[in-house]
């Protein structure tokens, strides 16, 4: 594999303390959650890493959950489809996205946070998914930051302590709200965008015993996009990770059989990313395969193809 420009420099720069990949490269710790969560959150997340002060990493995202994080110990900047704002030491809420949204940190990069399932941010707020696509609030609707919690999110913890933290201040929320579990059908459309995203939604939807109309009304609510854009993002997002180093390589044939040239191959990559495949694999990714990378992993364990806490494919040989 040829080295991409950057990337040693990269290595010097960043100290991995949450887990590092076999390129030498950052990654997070992240999970499952516990089975009293499991309706509602689909993985607890913290990511670790010193810097050099005053160094700056240019990446981006593209989450296909709604996130909330809290970030700290860095200074962040985003373009989220309400403009550029700058952001530390807070916590934030991150909708789901149509396409990469560019990111910076200055610093240390820092955060503990989780992701909801399709459906679940609906049956915890009330509000549909649609609203907050592509878009970044700045409000801490779950409580990460009460009084007996926000001291444990600092240097002086490990991000494993960091994830304890984040289960229970789910389990407050939860129990307090008492929600019901999302809609089964969105929770099976998850799936199946993780399964074969190139399957025909007519055939979704009659194995379902649901109209195409009511599939695309679940859907919107629950991932705030079009059913059809839902399945194309999950290709580009396995495609991405691929081409990042984070998932499983034995897959690469079966995932890009998804696509019917190359033609199309860079077409569809770059109506989510911005650029050809070719042009995003010349550049390190760091904050971009954190994110990725804990798709793979959930999408792997929930597929049956991994044991959930098993060594993944794409760490360094004495990572776990």
């Known amino acids: 594999m040829t080295e991409r420009p950057d990337s040693e420099a990269l290595r010097r720069n960043m100290s991995p303390l949450s887990g590092i990949g076999r390129d030498g490269m950052p990654l997070s710790t992240n999970r499952a959650p516990p089975e009293d969560l499991s309706p509602w959150v689909a993985r607890i997340v913290s990511a670790k890493s010193v810097n050099e002060p005053g160094s700056v990493i240019a990446c981006g995202m593209c989450n296909d959950l709604i996130y909330t994080r809290y970030i700290f110990n860095g200074r962040w900047t985003a373009m989220s489809a309400d403009g550029h704002d700058a952001y530390g030491n807070e916590v934030l809420l991150f909708g789901q996205h149509s396409k990469f949204m560019p990111l910076t940190c200055t610093g240390d990069v820092m955060s503990a946070g989780f992701g ?48 304890l933290a984040l289960e229970e201040v789910l389990r ?25 995203p190139t ?6 939807a009659e194995m379902h015993n649901i109209s195409i109309r009511k599939l695309e009304r679940m859907v919107k609510r629950d991932f705030g996009l079009t059913p059809r854009t839902v399945m194309r993002r999950a290709r580009a997002l396995d495609l991405g990770a691929l081409l990042c180093g984070v998932a499983d390589q034995e897959e690469e044939e079966e995932m890009m ?64």
């Open 172 to 196: 407050r929320y939860i129990a307090r709200v008492q929600p019901d579990p999302p809609d089964p059908i969105s929770a099976a459309f998850e799936m199946a965008a993780f399964e074969d």
């Open 257 to 320: 059989l998804r696509f019917f040239d190359q033609s199309h191959v860079i077409r569809e990559f770059a109506s989510f990313f911005g650029v050809t495949p070719q042009k995003f694999r010349a550049q390190p990714r760091p904050l971009l395969a954190l994110t990725l990378e804990q798709r793979q992993a959930r999408r792997l364990e929930e597929l049956k193809r991994i044991e959930p806490g098993s060594h993944l494919p794409w760490y360094a040989a004495d990572e776990t």
């Open 199 to 204: 399957q025909s939604l007519s055939d979704f």
């Open 116 to 163: 909801l399932r399709a459906g679940a941010f609906y049956t915890l707020t009330g509000r549909p998914a649609h609203d907050i696509v592509d878009r970044i609030e700045r409000q801490d609707i779950f409580g990460i930051l009460a009084d007996d919690l926000r001291d444990v999110f600092c240097d002086e913890y490990t991000p494993i302590q960091w994830n």
